[in-house]
Nanobody
Framework: VQLQASGGGLVHPGGSLRLSCAASGSIASINVMGWHRQAPGKQRELVATITSGGITDYADSVKGRFTISRDNAKKTEYLQMNNLKPEDTAVYYC?????????????WGQGTLVTVSS
């Protein structure tokens, strides 16, 4: 099982980016999916989560600006980020709770860098 994240890049303050994270491998089911981020010199923090039923939760710092979604048929989650601020600059990591033939475990993507700068 692997998670492949994509969509990071450089954007001006106020701009938007959409991150994607696709799961592949021998997957029986995907439960909670989500995103964390780690800014330079700071601890990794939870950004957003989404359950298999579509229930979402967000960090206070991104509420109203970020939207998490998922396409269960494509085994993919998304993070739409609008009105980006310099403090959103970080490496973003996707994760998913996946049940495979090997059992249930948390898997992480490789991280994608988001830089918000003028």
């Amino acid at each position: 099982v692997q998670l492949q994240a994509s969509g990071g890049g450089l954007v001006h303050p106020g701009g938007s980016l959409r991150l994607s994270c696709a799961a592949s491998g021998s997957i029986a089911s995907i439960n909670v999916m989500g995103w964390h981020r780690q800014a330079p010199g700071k601890q990794r923090e939870l950004v957003a989560t989404i359950t298999s039923g579509g229930i979402t939760d967000y960090a206070d710092s991104v509420k109203g600006r970020f939207t998490i979604s998922r396409d269960n048929a494509k085994k993919t989650e998304y993070l739409q980020m609008n009105n980006l601020k310099p403090e959103d600059t970080a490496v973003y990591y996707c994760y998913a709770s996946i049940t495979s033939e090997e059992g249930s475990s948390i898997y992480w993507g490789q991280g994608t860098l988001v830089t918000v700068s003028s």
